[in-house]
């Protein structure tokens, strides 16, 4: 049986990380903006996840991947 299609969404993209695994000071800024997009240096940090959405660059992220970025 096929799986069904991914949600494009910060949670579900390989490019997003959860800002609390951000580098200091990054990380401080976790409440205000819990995702930040890798894709880009420096990285961006998402106040809203609805971008995501529609993002032509977003891609799902590996199974059994480490989620987590170094700066």
């Known amino acids: 049986m096929p799986h069904p299609p991914v949600k494009q969404a910060a949670a579900t993209c390989h490019q997003a990380t959860p ?4 580098p200091t ?6 409440e205000e903006a819990p995702w930040t997009c890798v894709r880009t240096a420096p990285p961006r940090l998402l106040h809203s996840t609805d971008a995501c959405e529609t993002c032509p660059k977003w891609q ?3 199974a ?3 989620r987590q970025r170094s700066a």
């Open 19 to 22: 800002t609390i695994f951000m």
């Open 60 to 62: 799902p992220h590996r």
């Open 25 to 30: 000071p990054m990380w401080l800024r976790a």
């Open 64 to 66: 059994g991947g480490n």
